[in-house]
């Protein structure tokens, strides 16, 4: 066989093998992010004093109220500031509000 053939078919076993590789790799990963968010999870839960049918009840309740979409959740050090973007959204509301309510102040006075 030509030497070349040879020598990329080795590199492509070769490569096959350290694909297969990576791929265990990666799904390992995978399995411990997900034990860690779990855990997280958990801990986050315990942490909430009420009892777990309290919490189930508030969880469906949350759900129907927002849609089933939960806010996105940021994590700066070891604080976690739940709600991050729906307060966002309630702080633009309540600010447009304001500019409405001062602009129906100013058109009254203004008559």
């Known amino acids: 066989m030509n030497p070349r053939i040879e020598r990329i078919t080795a590199e ?5 093998e350290k694909i297969a590789s990576n ?3 990666l799904r390992e990963l995978e399995r411990l992010k997900t034990e ?9 839960v315990r942490g909430v004093d009420i009892a777990p049918d309290e919490f189930a009840a508030f969880v469906r ?8 979409v939960f806010p996105e959740i ?8 739940a709600l991050s973007a729906y307060t966002a959204d309630q702080d633009e509301d309540t600010a ?16």
């Not at 492509?12 to 096959?16: E, G, H, N, P, V």
């Not at 309740?61 to 089933?68: I, T």
């Open 12 to 16: 492509i076993d070769k490569l096959r």
């Open 23 to 25: 791929q265990n790799r």
């Open 36 to 44: 860690l968010e779990n855990n997280d999870i958990i801990a986050a």
């Open 61 to 68: 309740m949350f759900k129907e109220q927002h849609g089933g």
């Open 74 to 81: 940021t994590t700066v050090g070891d604080s976690t500031s």
């Open 96 to 111: 447009d509000n304001r500019g409405n309510i001062n602009k129906n102040q100013t058109d009254k006075e203004d008559e």
